[in-house]
């Protein structure tokens, strides 16, 4: 039984946390010896979590927090720094065999260790953070704090005794910028939410298509771009539109104001699980990004958690796993050129009767749905995957 040391700056008590952390660990936490650290956004609520504390308890999870702080002001400087520090001394304490990094900033940081320690780590790469970065506006290509952080990148990925990726366009971008050879592309995975037995609607012909929108309504999201979209589409055919977000609903209320949509709607906050557990109820997802050479190799989250519930999909093209899913399985249609042009829209109801017709094909898709999901984002292949990730190294 390897003994690993596991650092994210995601909170564990938020839904990223409890989605794509907490899973992983405890699947493999029967081989291993996890010690977890992780930056909270409310630190005091996470600590006083019993349920959390159950579930650590119960998979002989040990875990260790800092406070998480946004902005950029001095206090958050000296708030992050103090946590780094806390984190040194408990892998001081932890002795552990494997270092594990999730995501850019925490492998920076544990590969400053490993060099001095002489431990093993891994770099979990979720994504070309520098790039996207740079694409959010944060610093102009080729500038100083630009060549600086790919410099720092490139470090860490060659320290690194192996690099966890999420796409296979991702380990071919990373082979051809930096020339990493030990890559593994573990994708994105969830646990499966829905039964998997179709259930025949006896509703012959369907009035009302039921549509479900996951998601925030800023960047990376291009919600403005779906609400106009699905608009159109109940031009030609009545739609239902049920938005789940927390962040952004004054946002969202107000895009739908200035909109007036056809369709009718409805925004709700529930608990992850809970909204997970509602999405078979619906017709199709819709789930429409901003496709930058950086994001083209991500393994959205909410994919998975759609076709987990059997749903078609309408997305735009560009993401990599998307296009494979798209071509292996047709449980997505890209519905890109139905989106650039307002007057194709508005004049092509042809077009969007190909949507249509897409959507009524519900049983097709639920099978597809739940295939695409069984074989490439089940978490029990993840799990399995990084257990075979841990053997892999020695010590």
């Given at each position: 039984?390897?003994?690993?040391?596991?650092?994210?700056?995601?909170?564990?008590?938020?839904?990223?946390?409890?989605?794509?952390?907490?899973?992983?660990?405890?699947?493999?936490?029967?081989?291993?010896?996890?010690?977890?650290?992780?930056?909270?956004?409310?630190?005091?609520?996470?600590?006083?979590?019993?349920?959390?504390?159950?579930?650590?308890?119960?998979?002989?999870?040990?875990?260790?927090?800092?406070?998480?702080?946004?902005?950029?002001?001095?206090?958050?400087?000296?708030?992050?720094?103090?946590?780094?520090?806390?984190?040194?001394?408990?892998?001081?304490?932890?002795?552990?065999?494997?270092?594990?990094?999730?995501?850019?900033?925490?492998?920076?940081?544990?590969?400053?260790?490993?060099?001095?320690?002489?431990?093993?780590?891994?770099?979990?790469?979720?994504?070309?953070?520098?790039?996207?970065?740079?694409?959010?506006?944060?610093?102009?290509?080729?500038?100083?704090?630009?060549?600086?952080?790919?410099?720092?990148?490139?470090?860490?990925?060659?320290?690194?005794?192996?690099?966890?990726?999420?796409?296979?366009s991702a380990k071919e971008m990373l082979l051809e910028?930096?020339?990493?050879?030990?890559?593994?592309?573990?994708?994105?995975?969830?646990?499966?939410?829905?039964?998997?037995?179709?259930?025949?609607?006896?509703?012959?012909?369907?009035?009302?298509?039921?549509?479900?929108?996951?998601?925030?309504?800023?960047?990376?999201?291009?919600?403005?771009?779906?609400?106009?979209?699905?608009?159109?589409?109940?031009?030609?055919?009545?739609?239902?539109?049920?938005?789940?977000?927390?962040?952004?609903?004054?946002?969202?209320?107000?895009?739908?104001?200035?909109?007036?949509?056809?369709?009718?709607?409805?925004?709700?906050?529930?608990?992850?699980?809970?909204?997970?557990?509602?999405?078979?109820?619906?017709?199709?997802?819709?789930?429409?990004?901003?496709?930058?050479?950086?994001?083209?190799?991500?393994?959205?989250?909410?994919?998975?958690?759609?076709?987990?519930?059997?749903?078609?999909?309408?997305?735009?093209?560009?993401?990599?796993?998307?296009?494979?899913?798209?071509?292996?399985?047709?449980?997505?249609?890209?519905?890109?050129?139905?989106?650039?042009?307002?007057?194709?829209?508005?004049?092509?109801?042809?077009?969007?009767?190909?949507?249509?017709?897409?959507?009524?094909?519900?049983?097709?898709?639920?099978?597809?749905?739940?295939?695409?999901?069984?074989?490439?984002?089940?978490?029990?292949?993840?799990?399995?995957?990084?257990?075979?990730?841990?053997?892999?190294?020695?010590?």
């Open positions: 039984m390897k003994k690993v040391f596991y650092y994210t700056f995601d909170g564990i008590t938020d839904h990223l946390g409890q989605s794509q952390v907490l899973p992983y660990i405890f699947g493999c936490s029967d081989k291993n010896k996890y010690h977890l650290f992780s930056h909270e956004k409310n630190l005091k609520q996470a600590k006083q979590d019993t349920e959390l504390q159950k579930q650590l308890a119960e998979h002989s999870v040990s875990w260790s927090a800092a406070q998480f702080m946004y902005g950029k002001s001095i206090k958050k400087l000296l708030v992050t720094s103090l946590g780094i520090l806390r984190m040194y001394k408990t892998i001081f304490t932890f002795k552990p065999d494997i270092l594990h990094g999730r995501g850019f900033i925490p492998s920076v940081i544990l590969a400053v260790y490993s060099k001095i320690s002489n431990t093993p780590f891994i770099y979990d790469f979720r994504s070309f953070s520098v790039e996207e970065w740079h694409e959010i506006g944060a610093y102009p290509r080729n500038s100083f704090l630009h060549k600086l952080l790919t410099r720092i990148d490139r470090w860490t990925l060659k320290s690194a005794s192996c690099v966890v990726v999420l796409t296979y910028i930096h020339d990493i050879q030990n890559i593994h592309v573990i994708p994105t995975s969830v646990q499966a939410i829905a039964p998997f037995q179709y259930k025949k609607n006896d509703e012959e012909p369907k009035k009302l298509f039921k549509f479900v929108y996951s998601g925030g309504a800023q960047y990376p999201y291009e919600f403005k771009l779906a609400i106009e979209f699905l608009h159109r589409l109940g031009l030609i055919f009545p739609i239902e539109l049920t938005i789940y977000n927390k962040a952004d609903v004054h946002l969202i209320e107000s895009l739908l104001f200035d909109l007036s949509p056809s369709f009718t709607y409805k925004i709700l906050n529930l608990p992850h699980q809970e909204l997970l557990a509602n999405l078979p109820n619906f017709d199709c997802a819709i789930f429409l990004i901003d496709v930058t050479p950086a994001r083209s190799t991500c393994c959205p989250t909410k994919l998975g958690e759609f076709l987990s519930a059997g749903l078609p999909i309408l997305a735009n093209s560009g993401i990599g796993i998307a296009d494979d899913i798209q071509k292996k399985y047709g449980s997505i249609l890209f519905i890109d050129h139905l989106i650039k042009s307002t007057d194709d829209i508005i004049d092509s109801s042809s077009k969007l009767n190909e949507v249509k017709d897409f959507i009524s094909n519900s049983e097709v898709h639920f099978r597809s749905s739940k295939k695409a999901f069984n074989e490439v984002f089940e978490i029990k292949i993840a799990i399995s995957s990084y257990s075979k990730v841990y053997q892999s190294i020695p010590g």
